[in-house]
């Protein structure tokens, strides 16, 4: 399996000018621990995670180096740590430097990435754009759907293309948030992972991957938020 059978598609993301506050709320709201930062061109030009907040709000107490480390360390280093341990945007606080795959890397690769890099999760990046995520979630998602069975290359072809008119169809669902929502199609059977606001929005995602031409079954892995004020 590769990277564009298991990520979640479209990303959420949020703008380099996104307060930090707003940051926060994005990732609590949505449950997840990273979030892509994207400029006006739609570009990836960082990542801002859980770990960038949290030592954002170490620096709070305003615990400082001891003195003859500050001397060894560079003056651009220091001045980068301030804005990003007092700074109130995404640009302030991101990670500049991004760890990417590609849409066809395989998920045995994504795992030693996440696992050599300590991260939890990774941009999927297709001809310098943005196309989806994949978190140590969406993995187990994978393992789930495909239990070491190796479809012949007619079968993944066609899930393959299932996929892709699956995301098409998700994506007029009103009210449902994909970033939120992890789909992974294994011989016809679509698999459906993520959480949703209501009942409602449950079964119009299944009725709507039902719906898909080639699909022989959907399997509901749903779960409704508990999130104040998410009926509807």
Same mark, same amino acid.
């Given at each position: 399996?590769? %990277? #564009?059978?298991?990520? $979640?598609?479209?990303?959420?993301? &949020?703008? @380099? *000018? /996104?307060?930090?506050? !707003?940051? =926060?709320? +994005?990732?609590?709201?949505?449950?997840?621990?990273?979030?892509?930062?994207?400029?006006?061109?739609?570009?990836?030009?960082?990542?801002?995670?859980?770990?960038?907040?949290?030592?954002?709000?170490?620096?709070?107490?305003?615990?400082?180096?001891?003195?003859?480390?500050?001397?060894?360390?560079?003056?651009?280093?220091?001045?980068?740590?301030?804005?990003?341990?007092?700074?109130?945007? %995404? #640009?302030?606080?991101? $990670?500049?430097?991004?760890?990417? &795959?590609? @849409? *066809? /890397?395989?998920?045995? !690769?994504? =795992?030693? +990435?996440?696992?050599?890099?300590?991260?939890?999760?990774?941009?999927?990046?297709?001809?310098?754009?943005?196309?989806?995520?994949?978190?140590?979630?969406?993995?187990?998602?994978?393992?789930?759907?495909?239990?070491?069975?190796?479809?012949?290359?007619?079968?993944?072809?066609?899930?393959?293309?299932?996929?892709?008119?699956?995301?098409?169809?998700?994506?007029?669902?009103?009210?449902?948030?994909?970033?939120?929502?992890?789909?992974?199609?294994?011989?016809?059977?679509?698999?459906?992972?993520?959480?949703?606001?209501?009942?409602?929005?449950?079964?119009?995602?299944?009725?709507?991957?039902?719906?898909?031409?080639?699909?022989?079954?959907?399997?509901?892995?749903?779960?409704?938020?508990?999130?104040?004020?998410?009926?509807?």
């Amino acid at each position: 399996m590769q %990277a #564009r059978d298991v990520m $979640t598609s479209p990303p959420i993301t &949020v703008a @380099p *000018d /996104t307060p930090v506050a !707003e940051v =926060a709320t +994005v990732l609590l709201e949505n449950r997840i621990s990273a979030v892509p930062v994207l400029d006006a061109a739609g570009r990836m030009v960082g990542i801002v995670s859980e770990g960038d907040l949290l030592r954002r709000a170490d620096a709070q107490t305003e615990r400082r180096r001891p003195q003859w480390l500050e001397l060894l360390l560079d003056r651009n280093v220091t001045a980068a740590d301030f804005v990003k341990t007092h700074g109130n945007l %995404a #640009r302030d606080v991101m $990670t500049g430097d991004v760890v990417t &795959v590609s @849409p *066809d /890397t395989e998920l045995a !690769e994504i =795992a030693s +990435v996440l696992e050599r890099r300590r991260i939890k999760r990774v941009p999927v990046v297709d001809r310098g754009k943005l196309v989806g995520i994949v978190s140590r979630a969406n993995l187990l998602h994978g393992l789930v759907a495909h239990p070491q069975v190796v479809l012949p290359d007619d079968v993944q072809e066609r899930d393959a293309q299932i996929r892709s008119r699956l995301d098409e169809i998700l994506r007029q669902v009103p009210g449902v948030n994909l970033g939120r929502i992890n789909t992974v199609v294994k011989d016809g059977a679509v698999f459906l992972w993520g959480t949703v606001k209501s009942e409602n929005q449950r079964r119009a995602l299944t009725v709507a991957a039902e719906s898909v031409p080639g699909v022989v079954r959907v399997e509901d892995k749903l779960y409704h938020d508990r999130f104040p004020g998410s009926a509807g």
